[in-house]
């Protein structure tokens, strides 16, 4: 702890360190301001702000296994809870009080369910993100006249603005240190999802109706707990199905889901869609690089791939990892017959993975794996009733054209016509360019 030189912070790009100590301290020195401009505490303001904390505390102290839960299932961006409090301090103190009520609660929040998980230094700086938002809130709500003391007649427009500063400063202050850390980052990760934004602002109007329950009759604020801890419990099970739909070594939707999620879309197409398509990507002799590196080498080079594949596509097509090394693409709203730009994203996906080259750190130095390549296989939907069956056994016959073909090349199956595929739906169909296959 006092090895001042050996903090983990130092470690941070100098790009992200300076930004990240200046909202710390930033934070500090508006909380000492705050302090020492400020005759002092009234015993009704200590008395909320002790109410706060242990609301806070007591939160954390029930909700313990279900937070570390969702902090252990999160990637980017993690909305807590805990907003209901440091909220509530922002509406019922001014801006100082909160703030150290906000430091308080998170502390704790830090110790009991994230300590094992986040680095102090990335706690510091959430931390300050939060005191910031309380004091930019608190400051709103006091120059909006309805006051800093308990029981303050807020107007409904300006507890709606003092959440709006709080939501902004803070979800962008956190967005602006996740996209400098990572630029490939995607603007979900950045943000996080619209339903965890839309969880936020929940919680912070939860934090309002506490506040208001706290100037009518303290005891009254018991009863945001129930609603809060049940709320908790629904975010964990909607993060659980999440959790079960992905493919944990590279994120894209595991085969089942991908199958699920692909059989809807094409249900839910019509004429005015467009053209639908299916890409079957198979890595090129992926075995070789797990006997060359290691499977963990081998793991981070399918991450570093399916990130490749997630840049090539659009948001709302659907990506996954069909298991081993093969990746599979459901595209929509081709344009035209859908052929020539089926063909030109399988193209870009197989000279960006090419290109590749993806850093290993080992304990001799960095390795870098490059020299990789895919095989792609497509197939285009008809115009109506596509099958999402029949679309994969032709991008996958067409896969194996490209396999024997050399590798490292695209090729387009041949549709087949609706009888045909109904009679003879237990073989595959051929691929562009290769013969039938002979019985037996």
């Not at 700086?125 to 006249?145: N, R, W």
């Not at 002799?285 to 570093?304: E, I, P, R, W």
């Not at 298991?323 to 996906?349: D, K, M, Q």
């Not at 850093?359 to 792609?376: K, N, Q």
Request: aromatic share 4%; glycine share 8%; hydrophobic share 50%.
């Amino acid at each position: 702890m006092f090895a001042v030189r050996r903090w983990a912070i130092w470690a941070l790009p100098a790009r992200l360190l300076g930004p990240v100590l200046l909202v710390e301290v930033t934070s500090v020195a508006l909380i000492v301001l705050g302090l020492a401009g400020h005759a002092g505490p009234t015993p009704a303001q200590l008395q909320i702000a002790g109410v706060l904390c242990l609301l806070g505390i007591a939160h954390t102290e029930v909700a313990v296994g279900v937070e570390r839960v969702r902090r252990r299932v999160t990637d980017g961006n993690h909305v807590d809870l805990s907003s209901v409090w440091t909220f509530a301090a922002a509406v019922a103190l001014p801006p100082s009080y909160a703030a150290l009520v906000a430091v308080i609660v998170h502390c704790h929040l830090w110790w009991r369910a994230w300590r094992l998980r986040v680095p102090l230094y990335k706690q510091t700086f959430t931390s300050a993100t939060v005191v910031l938002a309380c004091i930019a809130s608190a400051t709103v709500l006091q120059h909006s006249g309805g006051g800093t003391e308990i029981g303050s007649n807020h107007q409904l427009w300006a507890l709606g603005l003092a959440l709006l500063a709080y939501t902004t400063v803070n979800s962008c202050l956190v967005a602006g240190a996740i996209a400098v850390s990572s630029p490939e980052a995607n603007l979900t990760k950045v943000f996080a999802p619209w339903d965890e934004n839309v969880l936020e602002i929940a919680t912070l109007c939860l934090g309002a109706l506490a506040a208001i329950a706290l100037g009518v009759n303290p005891w009254l604020v018991l009863l945001v707990l129930p609603p809060l801890l049940v709320l908790h419990r629904a975010v964990l099970v909607r993060q659980l199905e999440e959790a079960a739909s992905t493919d944990g070594k590279t994120g894209l939707l595991n085969a089942a889901a991908w199958h699920a999620q692909a059989e809807r879309a094409l249900r839910r197409a019509s004429r005015h869609d467009g053209a639908k398509g299916v890409l079957v990507l198979d890595l090129d002799h992926f075995k070789s690089v797990n006997d060359t590196y290691g499977h963990l080498a081998g793991d981070q080079v399918l991450a570093a791939v399916a990130a490749a594949l997630r840049t090539e596509v659009r948001d709302r097509d659907l990506v996954g990892r069909f298991g081993g090394e093969e990746f599979v693409v459901l595209l929509g709203g081709l344009e035209g017959s859908g052929t020539a730009e089926l063909e030109a994203v399988g193209e870009r996906i197989r000279r960006r993975v090419a290109n590749l080259r993806v850093e290993i750190p080992t304990p001799d130095g960095p390795l870098t794996v490059a020299g990789l390549t895919v095989s792609v296989g497509a197939a285009l939907s008809p115009t109506e009733g596509a099958d999402l069956r029949t679309l994969l056994q032709i991008a996958d016959a067409a896969l194996y054209t490209a396999k024997r073909a050399g590798r490292n090349v695209v090729r387009m199956g041949l549709a087949v016509p609706a009888q045909h595929t109904t009679q003879h739906a237990g073989r595959l169909p051929t691929a562009a360019g290769e013969p039938p296959a002979a019985a037996g």
